[in-house]
């Protein structure tokens, strides 16, 4: 089953799904591979596998300092792969892989995408790469029927919002606001509007993120997109209080 079809089935049975985020080879490769099985069965319904990069333009400082934590500790993009083959295998649920370009560039959007398929990555996530000059990934992304995941912004006119629903697929990632990850969201300012135009440029599955960390934000959202993405706030909670307070923190979501 595709991601958009994935999405769409489960969605038949929950009113909104939830996505996290972790950084792979943060703290370690082996706590990697725990807090992965922690969060699938606190409930979660896909995930994101961050492979660490030196200059992680869209991210702020929780998930800027757990990528340089991991390659401080000796992170590769080999060691990352071999990880989420391993969690792929383990883990039924979609997985999907958030990078930045340079990676994918230096090691060819084709063989890159060949590995991913090979690994039973769903689609990716690379904010730096624009739709305008994405013809080569997006090419090596659906000839191996992978998903290349992109980005609505607030300030994303109508048709932007068009030119990037037809470059894309699997789900549109809707940012709450402009800036990096991990700042703080105001959900219970209106931005019913911006989903509502989000949603009428594509019938493809919407997410929203950047922001948010509490029920309170899930239920701000629900009934406009299909998916909400938690990153910062599950790494700053397993930062404080380990593998149990993740537990906790993602049942009080679902």
């Known amino acids: 089953m595709n991601l958009e079809n994935y999405i769409k089935a489960r969605r038949q049975q929950k009113d909104?799904?939830?996505?996290?985020?972790?950084?792979?080879?943060?703290?370690?490769?082996?706590?990697?591979?725990?807090?992965?099985?922690?969060?699938?069965?606190?409930?979660?319904?896909?995930?994101?596998?961050?492979i660490p990069f030196s200059e992680p333009m869209a991210d702020g400082p929780v998930i800027m300092k757990a990528s340089q934590e991991s390659l401080e500790n000796g992170a590769t993009l080999e060691r990352c792969f071999e990880t989420a083959?391993?969690?792929?295998?383990?883990?039924?649920?979609?997985?999907?892989?958030?990078?930045?370009?340079?990676?994918?560039?230096?090691?060819?959007?084709?063989p890159f995408a060949e590995k991913m398929k090979a690994?039973?990555?769903?689609?990716?996530?690379?904010?730096?790469?624009?739709?305008?000059?994405?013809?080569?990934?997006?090419?090596?992304?659906?000839?191996?029927?992978?998903d290349p995941i992109f980005l609505f912004a607030p300030n994303s006119s109508d048709a932007r919002m068009k030119t990037i629903e037809k470059t894309?697929?699997?789900?549109?990632?809707?940012?709450?606001?402009?800036?990096?990850?991990?700042?703080?969201?105001?959900?219970?300012?209106?931005?019913?509007?911006?989903?509502?135009?989000?949603?009428?440029?594509?019938?493809?599955?919407?997410?929203?993120?950047?922001?948010?960390?509490?029920?309170?934000?899930?239920?701000?959202?629900?009934?406009?997109?299909?998916i909400a993405i938690i990153g910062t706030e599950s790494i700053r909670v397993m930062d404080a209080s380990g593998l149990e307070g993740v537990d906790r923190f993602i049942r009080s979501l679902a």
């Open 16 to 50: 909104i799904l939830l996505m996290t985020h972790i950084v792979l080879g943060y703290p370690s490769f082996d706590d990697s591979l725990r807090l992965v099985e922690t969060m699938v069965k606190a409930g979660v319904d896909l995930m994101e596998l961050q």
């Open 85 to 110: 083959e391993k969690i792929c295998s383990e883990f039924d649920i979609p997985f999907l892989f958030m990078s930045y370009c340079n990676i994918l560039h230096k090691y060819g959007f084709q």
């Open 119 to 146: 690994i039973g990555i769903k689609g990716s996530i690379v904010p730096d790469i624009p739709p305008e000059d994405a013809q080569d990934y997006t090419a090596a992304m659906k000839q191996q029927q992978l």
């Open 168 to 226: 894309g697929s699997g789900f549109i990632y809707c940012v709450a606001r402009t800036g990096v990850t991990g700042s703080n969201t105001d959900f219970s300012e209106d931005i019913s509007d911006y989903l509502r135009r989000s949603r009428a440029a594509t019938d493809l599955p919407l997410a929203v993120g950047f922001g948010i960390k509490e029920k309170a934000d899930i239920d701000a959202v629900k009934g406009f997109v299909d």
